[in-house]
Structures are given as structure tokens and as C-alpha cells.
Nanobody, 125 residues
Framework: QVQLVESGGGLVQAGDSLKLSCVASGRTFSSYGIGWFRQAPGKERWFVAGINRSGGNTYYADSVKGRFTISRDNAKNTVYLQMNALRPEDTAVYYC????WGYGNSHAPGIYNYWGQGTQVTVSS
């Protein structure tokens, strides 16, 4: 079993940057693909970015390509989401999720086996 804890959210202005972290417990972290999702009030949970087990493949939603970067450090059991040029429409609760198949590329929340509790990101205009 994997437990995930997100951190790094906050209140920023449009154009600012934030770096989210997702720290995992468990010895098998490096076998999981990791996805970042976000959910705004009243909306569905949407895929933002993903990374496979080795970190060699990364995936992004079109809305964040060129602005967000996902990376992982398996020695630290941590996945990062660097968010630059933030926009008010990026405001949401951000969740990381673990995919036991190791791919981290699915946009479907149901594919992921474990979820963190989320961290709030608010971008003011």
C-alpha cells in the first residue's frame, strides 16, 4: 500500500510560480506511475500531468504544457510539480495519485489506486 501526502500549495498572484510536492510512503514507490490531478469547486477532477515509474516519460494536459513540469526523485519517494506562469483558471485543489501499472499517463481518475488528500492552489488576478 502507498500513502501520498501533497504539500506546497498556497495563494499566489497571476504569473507567479509554485512547486508542489507529493511524498509517498512505502518501499515500492519507484514501481508506481504518478499523476497530478486538479479539481475546482463544482467541477470534475482533471488530469494535469503524469510521470512513469522511472521518470523517463512525462505527460501533460494541453492547458499546462510549457508552464508545468513534473519530475520525480525515487530516492526521496517524491514527485514534484513545478508550476510557472500561473493563471486564475489554475485555481483548484491539486491531488497526486499512484498508478500500480507504472505508467502515470492515464487521464482517468479511476485508473489510479492511491490518492493524497490534496493541496489548495489559489491564483488571484
Amino acid at each position: 500500500q502507498v500513502q501520498l501526502v501533497e504539500s506546497g500549495g498556497g495563494l499566489v498572484q497571476a504569473g507567479d510560480s509554485l512547486k508542489l510536492s507529493c511524498v509517498a510512503s512505502g518501499r515500492t514507490f519507484s514501481s508506481y506511475g504518478i499523476g497530478w490531478f486538479r479539481q475546482a469547486p463544482g467541477k470534475e477532477r482533471w488530469f494535469v500531468a503524469g510521470i512513469n515509474r522511472s521518470g523517463g516519460n512525462t505527460y501533460y494536459a494541453d492547458s499546462v504544457k510549457g508552464r508545468f513540469t513534473i519530475s520525480r526523485d525515487n530516492a526521496k519517494n517524491t514527485v514534484y510539480l513545478q508550476m510557472n506562469a500561473l493563471r486564475p483558471e489554475d485555481t483548484a485543489v491539486y491531488y497526486c495519485a499512484a498508478d500500480r501499472w507504472g505508467y502515470g499517463n492515464s487521464h482517468a481518475p479511476g485508473i489510479y489506486n492511491y490518492w493524497g488528500q490534496g493541496t489548495q492552489v489559489t491564483v488571484s488576478s
